[in-house]
């Protein structure tokens, strides 16, 4: 049995601010977890040249960054869809393009088990008179209802809501943030449950979908990158290397060029 004073201190302890080692004054790139705010290195971006297929997802997003940066009004960003599609990619190639622009603005990475952090994450960030993009990568709230609750009082303009000068971008497989047994369910709990999490999809002011690649587009994005980096292409060996995969994607076009350029000995950084 666990000692009441161990729970007692473990709940004070989930409780207290996380300690902050890297200060959100400086700097363009962190992470946030319980050992607190970390300074990462640059990660590679491509440019957004480089991003076939997505064409509105990407200028939509990158106004409305834009607009954040420029201390403008602007929506929290739910980027939803098909894996591989560049979703995540996108939201860094974007801060990495306004940064390049002269903006100062930061990204904050969160990671899922993280969640439950957030409000000491925006009592730090409040104090910082600067804006400030926290990402939410992948995110998945399959059975627990209590962050569903906790990040729409996140969005909702509670005690506890973001700051002003701090805007959310969220990247999901889901449109609605909905587990897909929910969604053919009579049960007036689940129905209860699915509208819930439907609200809390409708606090994104901004909703971007990414839907699977058809060929085209497939070898659109194979092509760019091999140009971008001098490379040959060849597109039957890059629908050879999709089938072998069972998807066409970005990701899976970044791992052809990947090969294509290992087999050529040209360099990608």
């Known amino acids: 049995m666990i000692d009441p004073l161990d729970r007692i201190a473990e709940a004070l302890e989930r409780l207290s601010p996380a300690p902050a080692s890297a200060s959100p004054a400086s700097g363009h790139w962190f992470v946030w977890s319980a050992g607190g705010l970390g300074a990462v290195p640059e990660p590679r971006a491509n440019p957004l040249s480089l991003y076939a297929g997505v064409d509105a997802q990407k200028s939509l997003l990158h106004e409305n960054m834009r607009r954040h940066a420029a201390e403008l009004p602007a929506h929290d960003v739910l980027l939803w869809g098909a894996r591989g599609m560049g979703k995540s990619s996108l939201v860094r190639a974007v801060h990495a393009a306004l940064l390049a622009d002269g903006a100062d603005i930061a990204l904050v990475q969160v990671g899922q088990p993280d969640l439950a952090s957030l409000p000491q994450l925006f009592a730090l960030l409040a104090a910082t008179p600067r804006r400030f993009t926290v990402f939410l990568d992948d995110l998945a709230l399959d059975g627990d209802d209590g962050q569903v609750h ?120």
Do not use: K
């Open 150 to 269: 906790a990040l729409r009082s996140l969005l909702d303009g509670g005690v506890m809501a973001r700051p002003e000068h701090l805007r959310l971008a969220v990247t999901s497989n889901r449109r609605n943030l909905v587990p897909s047994q929910f969604a053919d369910t009579e049960s007036v709990n689940m129905r209860d449950t699915l509208d819930d999490r439907l609200a809390l999809a409708d606090r994104f002011g901004l909703r971007l979908g990414f839907h699977a690649c058809d060929q085209p587009v497939y070898l659109a994005i194979c092509e760019g990158y091999a140009r971008a980096f001098g490379l040959p292409f060849d597109a039957a060996a890059a629908l050879t290397w999709a089938a072998g995969r069972g998807a066409r994607s970005g990701r899976v076009a970044w791992q052809f060029t990947v090969e294509t350029a290992g087999a050529h000995g040209v360099s990608l950084h």
